[in-house]
T-cell receptor, first 117, second 117 residues
Framework: KAGVTQTPRYLIKTRGQQVTLSCSPI?????VSWYQQTPGQGLQFLFE???????NKGNFPGRFSGRQFSNSRSEMNVSTLELGDSALYLC????????????????FGPGTRLTVL | AQSVAQPEDQVNVAEGNPLTVKCTYS??????LFWYVQYPNRGLQFLLK??????LVKGSYGFEAEFNKSQTSFHLKKPSALVSDSALYFC???????????????FGPGTSLSVIP
C-alpha cells in the first residue's frame, strides 16, 4: 500500500507569512503525528491527531496549529513565520492513538523542508 | 524534568562486530521508549519500542533493545553490524502522565553510527 505522503516537499517563505503543510497517512491509519527537525533543537514533537481530535501536544507556541479531516489527512499550519521555523517537518501515521500498543508500527513521510527567509 | 540522553555523539564499529547505542532517560510517570533511525536521504524510520512486558524488545533489521528500569536505560543493540546500518539513531521517550491530558514526548540528540568495512 502507498506510504505516508507529505506535500509540498520543499517550501520557501518569508518572515511574517503563514504556511500550511499536508500529510496523508497510510490507508486505514487514523493517527497522524507531526514533528519538527532542526540542526539546533533536533527532533521535537509537535502534536498528534486521532480521529479528528488532537490527542497530544508538544511545547510549541500557538502559532503552530493542526487539524485532521474525516479521511485522516492532516494539515499543519504555522502563522507569522519566524526564521527559527526553518526546519524539516515530518509526519508519521499509525493505526492506534498514541502509538501505544506493542504491535503497532509508525510510518514516516519524507518530510517538508521549510525555509523561512 | 523529563529528559533523554544519548551520551555518545558518534559510535564507530567494525562490520561483523556487535554494536550498542546507548540511551538513558528521566521521566515523571511511566515511560514508553522508542528507537528511530534516519538514513541519509531516506527519512526517519521506526525501529522498535517498549510499552510493557518483556524487557527485551526485538525490532526491525535485527535490532533489539533492553529496558532497564533500575538504570533508566534503553540501549539499542545488534549482534553483528552491517555497513548498511550506518545512520543516525534517535532514542525517544513518551512520559505517560495520567493526571494530565498530554503525554510528554522527548527525543534524544541522536547518535551517529558508522560501521567500518
Amino acid at each position: 500500500k502507498a506510504g505516508v505522503t507529505q506535500t509540498p516537499r520543499y517550501l520557501i517563505k518569508t518572515r511574517g507569512q503563514q504556511v500550511t503543510l499536508s500529510c496523508s497517512p497510510i490507508s486505514g491509519h487514523r493517527s497522524v503525528s507531526w514533528y519538527q527537525q532542526t540542526p539546533g533543537q533536533g527532533l521535537q514533537f509537535l502534536f498528534e491527531y486521532f480521529s479528528e481530535t488532537q490527542r497530544n501536544k508538544g511545547n510549541f507556541p500557538g502559532r503552530f496549529s493542526g487539524r485532521q479531516f474525516s479521511n485522516s489527512r492532516s494539515e499543519m499550519n504555522v502563522s507569522t513565520l519566524e526564521l527559527g521555523d526553518s526546519a524539516l517537518y515530518l509526519c508519521a501515521s499509525s493505526s492506534t492513538s498514541g502509538f501505544r500498543t506493542s504491535t503497532d508500527t509508525q510510518y514516516f513521510g519524507p518530510g517538508t523542508r521549510l525555509t523561512v527567509l | 524534568a523529563q529528559s533523554v540522553a544519548q551520551p555518545e555523539d558518534q559510535v564507530n564499529v567494525a562490520e561483523g562486530n556487535p554494536l550498542t547505542v546507548k540511551c538513558t532517560y528521566s521521566v515523571s510517570g511511566n515511560p514508553y521508549l522508542f528507537w528511530y533511525v534516519q538514513y541519509p536521504n531516506r527519512g526517519l524510520q521506526f525501529l522498535l519500542k517498549y510499552i510493557t512486558g518483556d524487557n527485551l524488545v526485538k525490532g526491525s533489521y535485527g535490532f533489539e533493545a533492553e529496558f532497564n528500569k533500575s538504570q533508566t536505560s534503553f540501549h539499542l543493540k545488534k549482534p553483528s553490524a552491517l555497513v548498511s546500518d550506518s545512520a543516525l539513531y534517535f532514542c525517544a521517550v513518551r512520559d505517560i502522565l495520567r493526571e494530565t491530558s498530554y503525554d510528554k514526548v522527548i527525543f534524544g540528540p541522536g547518535t551517529s553510527l558508522s560501521v567500518i568495512p
